[in-house]
T-cell receptor
Framework: GEDVEQSLFLSVREGDSSVINCTYTDSSSTYLYWYKQEPGAGLQLLTYIFSNMDMKQDQRLTVLLNKKDKHLSLRIADTQTGDSAIYFC???????????FGKGTTLSVSS | SQTIHQWPATLVQPVGSPLSLECTVEGTSNPNLYWYRQAAGRGLQLLFYSVGIGQISSEVPQNLSASRPQDRQFILSSKKLLLSDSGFYLCACTGLTGAQHFGDGTRLSIL
């Protein structure tokens, strides 16, 4: 079945760029998603990319999609302490009935 | 846009007691609805999803059940809680592009 893999931790300094990577096995997902979870809260949809696109930029966020390698990344420019959170990538299951989430990458931003 | 309400926000229950967590959705009709559990420091585990009233699909065998008595109401239940049922429970509904939108979650502690 579909599998989504992410590195578990990333630590950066304030003002640097952060790059969170994700690989997936099933390429049938029409969209791929990035979610942010702050401590004690639910998941917030950050951005998504249509599977026919290579890149999407939204203010400080840049999503890159390499369909050939089944690799998705989220770049956060000028990372701030408020960006500290867990970031999940997700894609649809084959039936299109649910999303498959990675285990999440904990981003720690130090000042 | 959709709004997902979950309650209670936190719950402490003894082992063997019953459980009822409620989720209601505003701003959409006939949504797909989901219950996830997030154990401490881990990713999301899909428990149940529903594509309509009275239609429940279970992803994993467990001590929990779900019901959808109304279009925008999704209930997670248990007759007798186990210690292993502790976790953070999230309700979600599907929006445009297939993205899922999450409630704020219920933190369940079993003593």
């Amino acid at each position: 079945g579909e599998d989504v893999e992410q590195s578990l931790f990333l630590s950066v300094r304030e003002g640097d760029s952060s790059v969170i990577n994700c690989t997936y096995t099933d390429s049938s997902s029409t969209y791929l998603y990035w979610y942010k979870q702050e401590p004690g809260a639910g998941l917030q949809l950050l951005t998504y990319i249509f599977s026919n696109m290579d890149m999407k930029q939204d203010q400080r966020l840049t999503v890159l999609l390499n369909k050939k390698d089944k690799h998705l990344s989220l770049r956060i420019a000028d990372t701030q302490t408020g960006d500290s959170a867990i970031y999940f990538c997700a894609g649809s299951n084959q039936a299109g009935t649910a999303l498959i989430f990675g285990k999440g990458t904990t981003l720690s931003v130090s000042s | 846009s959709q709004t997902i309400h979950q309650w209670p926000a936190t719950l402490v229950q003894p082992v063997g007691s019953p459980l009822s967590l409620e989720c209601t959705v505003e701003g959409t009709s006939n949504p797909n609805l989901y219950w996830y559990r997030q154990a401490a420091g881990r990713g999301l585990q899909l428990l149940f999803y529903s594509v309509g009233i009275g239609q429940i699909s279970s992803e994993v065998p467990q001590n929990l059940s779900a019901s959808r008595p109304q279009d925008r109401q999704f209930i997670l239940s248990s007759k007798k809680l186990l210690l292993s049922d502790s976790g953070f429970y999230l309700c979600a509904c599907t929006g445009l592009t297939g993205a899922q939108h999450f409630g704020d979650g219920t933190r369940l502690s079993i003593l």
